[in-house]
């Protein structure tokens, strides 16, 4: 059996995929509404419906799944919560892209949006579980403060970097 890497490792491992998972997250908040506006011409009324699909799972489910991630394999849940949420964005941005307006609803974009909460609640969650697991117990607190500065940092230079990043990836989307 190979011999597991070091716990500094992995908490760098951990930081990292915060630190890109809260960007990914940045880019939607301002992502979801452009796509919105431009493809679907909807108004404020369902964009305040699907940024909020984002956070319902959270709200919903966090107890049940909870404790679904503490009697099973953390990193794996962790990964699970990764892999929706780039699913969801991968179908967003394909959507947006490909000019699918006639097939692209609002109901798609709901559930994509669901998705990706479902997505982010479950990583949350893990990636909280998973620390006690990769370090030794003294330093847990100190790991966690770590994620939340990290996923903070991303929200301020994430939601700077959105507007830019949207127009390079997505063209005519963001130009309205």
Known sequence: MPASPPPRRNVHLLWFGTAVASACDQLLLVGIPIFALSQLGVGSQWLGYALAMQYLPS???????????????????????????????????????????????????????????VGNAIYTIASAAVAPVIVADRSVTDVLTGQASVRTLWRLLGLAAAGPAMDLLGGSASRG
Do not use: E, H, K, Y
Not at 86 to 99: E, N, Q, Y
Not at 105 to 116: G, I, P, R, T
């Open 59 to 117: 709200l919903v489910l966090a107890q049940s799944m909870a404790a679904v991630i503490d009697r099973n394999d953390r990193r794996s849940a962790l990964m699970v919560g990764s892999l929706l949420c780039c699913i969801s964005m991968l179908l967003l941005a394909l959507t947006s892209t490909l000019d699918l307006q006639p097939t692209v609803s609002v109901s798609l974009l709901l559930a994509l949006c669901l998705l990706l909460g």
